[in-house]
């Protein structure tokens, strides 16, 4: 028996709960050993609720005073910059919410201080982690290196605002105490307020399907059209792919009906992706292949495990703290992320 990856929690608001904390103390091979909240109920509560031996009121103190394998820092991207740096030069594996910042430039800060540290930082890109994408990845680069369905041609990425939350609170441990005012990283030095306020609220909803595109392309690409709507972003691969993504085409009230359609020349893969906190239930996908030349047209729908993206990302960031995996999404890949939505800023708002 392998011993179990000791777990630091730095942050234990409602992500940090209800997004990774309730999955990684549900693993067997993870024992939660510490946390840092300074909401002093709410550690208190927390750490009575899941087990947790030790509290601390400072992330310093915890990280000076515990012998971590890992730790999860669930902060508000736009404080990553205040705290990782810190979190890096203890040579300890980490992973964040989504996106790695909150400008380009706090992003290649934060790459330029993980650089030599000898530990890496994975990005909370969980729609990578979602069992349906993990299987319609493979399919898709099975079938790009067999070129039995032709060329990969288009990547069309929907997400309409809905119930995104989905039951995922219900479990949540609340506390009466405000949130601490706290500080916050420098704005671009590039953008106004006005211009900065759009950045920020794009990468806040967006940034993860301008990740999954490129997940899905399976190489970089370049933002060649924003509609002035807001409504539509249009790009192209290194390779010449078309990639689309529809933002707020339409908003539901109840339902969550974010899908990717990946086509081929003579076939697709169609991805659906639950609500984003969903528990014990993975997307859908259907892989549709029409090679011609007399072969029958078939389509091919999986049962997928009844592992959620949030618990399978958990298993995911483990399983790459002890070298048995990459991370799906470094700090690296996540500052492109950054750069792509600076771009499309440009062409939309012209800033």
């Known amino acids: 028996m392998t011993e179990p990856i000791r777990v630091g929690f730095i942050g234990v608001g409602n992500m940090g709960q209800c997004a990774h904390l309730r999955h990684y103390a549900a693993l067997p091979d993870c024992q939660v050993v510490a946390l840092a909240e300074l909401r002093p109920e709410l550690a208190r509560r927390v750490a009575a609720r899941y087990g947790i031996s030790r509290v601390y009121s400072e992330a310093s ?19 990553h910059g205040q705290i990782l740096p810190e979190v890096y030069r203890r040579q300890v594996p980490v992973l964040t919410e989504k996106p790695l910042a909150a400008s380009v430039e706090v992003g290649e800060k934060l790459v330029s201080a993980l650089l030599g540290s000898g530990s890496f930082h994975m990005v909370a890109y969980h729609k990578r982690s979602d069992p349906a994408t993990m299987y319609a990845k493979e399919q898709i680069d099975a079938l790009k290196e067999s070129g039995r369905l032709g060329e990969l041609r288009y990547v069309r990425i929907t997400m309409p605002p809905g119930d995104w939350i989905a039951g995922g609170f219900d479990e949540l441990v609340r506390t009466e105490e405000p949130y601490p005012d706290l500080d916050q990283d420098p704005p671009a030095s590039d953008l ?23 997940h899905l392309m399976g190489e970089p690409y370049r933002v060649r059209y924003a509609a002035p709507s807001g409504v539509l972003l249009a790009a192209e691969s290194e390779s010449g792919v078309s990639g689309v993504l529809e933002m707020a085409p339409y908003e539901t009230s109840v339902a969550w009906q974010e899908s990717a359609l990946v086509g081929f020349e003579r076939g697709c893969i169609r991805l659906d992706l639950p609500a984003p906190l969903t528990a ?28 959620g993206a949030m618990r399978q990302q958990a298993i995911n960031f483990l399983r790459a703290v002890r070298g048995e995996a990459t991370p799906p999404c470094e700090a690296a890949e996540a500052l492109e992320d950054l750069k792509v939505a600076r771009e499309y800023l440009r062409l939309w708002k012209g800033v």
């Open 280 to 307: 014990s239930r993975p997307g859908r996908v259907v892989v549709m292949q029409d090679p011609g030349k007399g072969e029958t047209p078939i389509e091919t729908k999986p049962h997928l495990p009844w592992v």
């Open 61 to 79: 103190e915890m990280l000076d005073r515990e012998d971590l394998d890992a730790v999860v820092a669930a902060q508000p991207f736009t404080r």
């Open 192 to 214: 106004d307020e006005q211009a900065y306020s759009a950045y920020v609220t794009f990468v806040n909803y967006y940034i993860h399907q301008v990740n999954l595109m490129r």
